[in-house]
């Protein structure tokens, strides 16, 4: 079986799904689609479909849609985690460092990701690496997932031309496949910088950079 066969059964069987059983399918095959890592589940697709049903409440839609997606993101953030146990203490010291210098942009990075069509995985995973904070990045994941999903359904009410070009929601399978190759080189990249740039440096030299500036004011 070909990948676009594979591709065409899963989105054919979400759809029905989530017609039957509504909301909580919905929720159901947007978690699924969260959950895979890498491989494309079409949950976006379902969503721009059941959108396009009037007895369906856009709001409702994007609540059960925005929640399934959101927690299943953090399949990622577990990888990432587990996988810190094999990497060495001085790459781990790293990892501590990168996350004291980038504490407070984290929570908009995760909203950005959450919203567009970004691989939520190129930073839900590292984050799991940094033992980042899971109760700090559950709200702006769920906050942007939701509105990502709201984006959807009232695209598919009104502007159905616009959607696609934007979100890709046709759910072609060449593109599905190209976005998992993508993704996946994308990610060896990003741990690559994580791995080989010394954080801890970047982060003394910031604070004394810092340090340096408050002796000054304090001076003056």
């Known amino acids: 079986m070909t990948f676009e066969e594979i591709f065409q059964q899963l989105t054919h069987w979400l759809k029905n799904f989530s017609i039957q059983y509504g909301y909580f399918g919905v929720f159901l095959a947007s978690l699924l689609g969260s959950v895979s890592i890498f491989f494309p589940v079409p949950y976006t697709l379902i969503l721009f479909t059941l959108g396009s049903i009037e007895s369906f409440n856009p709001v409702m839609l994007s609540v059960a849609s925005g929640l399934g997606s959101g927690l299943g993101e953090f399949s990622g953030y577990l990888l990432g985690l587990s996988g810190r146990r094999i990497i060495s203490d001085k790459n781990k010291r790293k990892m501590d460092y990168l996350l004291k210098l980038f504490g407070r942009f984290?929570?908009?990075?995760?909203?950005?990701?959450?919203?567009?069509?970004?691989?939520?995985?190129?930073?839900?995973?590292?984050?799991?690496?940094?033992?980042?904070?899971?109760?700090?990045?559950?709200?702006?994941?769920?906050?942007?997932?939701?509105?990502?999903?709201?984006?959807?359904?009232?695209?598919?009410?009104?502007?159905?031309?616009?959607?696609?070009?934007?979100?890709?929601?046709?759910?072609?399978?060449?593109?599905?496949?190209?976005?998992?190759?993508?993704?996946?080189?994308?990610?060896?990249?990003?741990?690559?910088?994580?791995?080989?740039?010394?954080?801890?440096?970047?982060?003394?030299?910031?604070?004394?950079?810092?340090?340096?500036?408050?002796?000054?004011?304090?001076?003056?």
């Open 106 to 220: 984290w929570p908009f990075a995760i909203f950005l990701f959450a919203l567009t069509p970004l691989p939520d995985d190129l930073i839900f995973i590292p984050l799991g690496v940094m033992q980042y904070s899971l109760l700090k990045a559950i709200m702006p994941a769920l906050l942007g997932k939701f509105c990502m999903s709201l984006i959807i359904v009232y695209s598919a009410r009104f502007t159905v031309h616009i959607a696609r070009e934007i979100f890709g929601v046709e759910g072609e399978w060449f593109s599905a496949l190209i976005s998992m190759v993508v993704a996946s080189v994308l990610l060896v990249i990003i741990f690559i910088v994580m791995f080989k740039v010394d954080w801890e440096k970047i982060f003394e030299k910031r604070s004394a950079k810092k340090e340096e500036v408050e002796k000054f004011e304090g001076d003056c």
